[in-house]
């Protein structure tokens, strides 16, 4: 098996990212309305923004999850919580392809290792929303230290958002996801 990160492209993936922002499971990713074209005129705008970044986890060819990331620094997220210098925003979402059934420690390894060797990061930075338990429980399982809970609202989201802060250093200790 291989977990490789790729660039999402956005015209090219817009068909298969439509398919997990828009399921139940996928509630708390604030998609769920949106068809094709919204979601390519989404990720086409991520592509232009030089504080935005978005990837697909492909395990043996297959997509089976979506890593987006953020600079604090410029992003409106980053006034929620004290912001430090080499802090890197992240939101995961994992499809439920059957690629994927089995392998969640080594995507989240992949994707934790990808984003901490990012020029200047030194730590990974999450809020997930307060309701989503899987998300809050994944957190604890990595290693991730517990920041504020906030009432996030910024143009593009409301929730009750938990921030989680993980530092470079901290990831070769990480323990396993599941």
């Not at 098996?1 to 068909?15: F, K």
């Not at 992240?90 to 994927?100: G, N, T, V, Y």
């Not at 992949?110 to 307060?130: I, K, M, W, Y």
Request: aromatic share 8%; with cysteine; proline share 7%.
């Amino acid at each position: 098996m291989t977990v490789a990160i790729r660039p999402v492209d956005p015209a090219a993936d817009a068909a298969v990212l439509h398919a997990w922002v828009t399921q139940d499971r996928a509630l708390f990713w604030g998609m769920g309305d949106c068809d094709v074209e919204r979601v390519r005129e989404v990720y086409t705008y991520i592509d232009e923004q030089e504080h935005l970044a978005a990837y697909l986890f492909v395990v043996d060819d297959t997509p089976v999850g979506l890593l987006q990331t953020y600079d604090p620094e410029v992003d409106e997220i980053g006034r929620f919580y004290d912001r430090l210098p080499g802090d890197v925003g992240i939101h995961l979402l994992l499809s439920d392809d059957p690629a994927r059934r089995g392998r969640t420690d080594d995507i989240i390894a992949t994707g934790l290792a990808f984003v901490a060797s990012l020029p200047g990061c030194a730590r990974l930075v999450f809020e997930p929303d307060a309701r989503n338990t899987a998300s809050l429980a994944m957190m604890e399982r990595i290693g991730a230290v517990r920041g504020p809970l906030v009432d996030l609202r910024t143009s593009i989201s409301q929730k009750p958002a938990q921030f989680y802060f993980l530092p470079v250093t901290s990831l070769a200790d990480a323990p396993a996801v599941e």
